[in-house]
């Protein structure tokens, strides 16, 4: 199982990015994804969770910002980010569980190698 992240870059405040993740030798529908954030000296973060059955999740940090999808013809999610805060500055993790659903880290067994998001005041 590999996980390519990309879509990210520097953006100024009130902007938008959009963050894909190309999957290989998992389905993206048939088990749990999500995308994560660290922020520099900040612990992990999830920023948005999608499970097999289509239950999404969004902390109240990027409710109503950030949208998380899926293309199962490309095996593919995207998290699709809106009126981008500096407080978003980030590099941004997606993630991939053997789970149908997983709702915290340790859930998630494969990892993309992480794409850089920086937003500008």
């Known amino acids: 199982v590999q996980l390519q992240a990309s879509g990210g870059g520097l953006v100024q405040a009130g902007g938008s990015l959009r963050l894909s993740c190309a999957v290989s030798?998992?389905?993206?529908?048939?088990?749990?994804m999500a995308w994560f954030r660290q922020a520099p000296g900040k612990e992990r973060d999830e920023v948005a969770i999608i499970t097999s059955e289509g239950w999404i999740y969004y902390p109240n940090s990027v409710k109503g910002r950030f949208t998380i999808s899926r293309d199962s013809a490309k095996n593919t999610v995207y998290l699709q980010m809106d009126n981008l805060k500096p407080e978003d500055t980030a590099v941004y993790y997606c993630?991939?569980?053997?789970?149908?659903?997983?709702?915290?880290?340790?859930?998630?067994?494969?990892w993309g190698q992480g794409t850089l998001v920086t937003v500008s005041s």
């Open positions: 030798g998992r389905s993206v529908t048939a088990n749990g």
């Open positions: 993630a991939s569980s053997a789970r149908p659903a997983a709702w915290e880290q340790e859930g998630y067994d494969v």
